[in-house]
């Protein structure tokens, strides 16, 4: 079985930053395209990055210049660095394996004054 053990999430205040760590066991790590997703209460769940194994990015614009996805194939492990934290970027964070369809079990990122 795939899993995907995410930590790093909790309660930071603006302009503060985070980093999420998500590990993927039970599967080869480097075939996957991995991404991280948020999803906060009453809206859908988007893509804030991916990452190829190549080291190939992607952002969505509004964390663009702020987020870092990185990952290191040796230690089967994809992060997420958050600088500048907004209000708006409040909402539970999930680490995905794009090409395998797996999710992890989210972790909460609470930005707040």
Not at 54 to 76: E, M, P
Not at 93 to 102: A, E, K, M, N, P
Request: hydrophobic fraction near 30%; charged fraction near 15%.
């Amino acid at each position: 079985q795939v899993q995907l053990v995410e930590s790093g999430g909790g309660l930071v205040q603006p302009g503060g930053s985070l980093r999420l760590s998500c590990v993927v066991s039970g599967s080869i790590f480097s075939i996957y395209v991995m991404g991280w997703y948020r999803q906060a209460p009453g809206k859908q769940r988007e893509m804030v990055a991916s990452i190829t194994r190549g080291g190939t990015t992607n952002y969505a614009d509004s964390v663009k210049g702020r987020f870092t996805i990185s990952r290191d194939n040796a230690k089967n492990t994809v992060y997420l660095r958050m600088n500048s934290l907004k209000f708006e970027d409040t909402a539970v964070y999930y680490c995905h394996t794009i090409g395998g369809s797996y999710w992890g079990q989210g972790t909460q990122v609470t930005v707040s004054s």
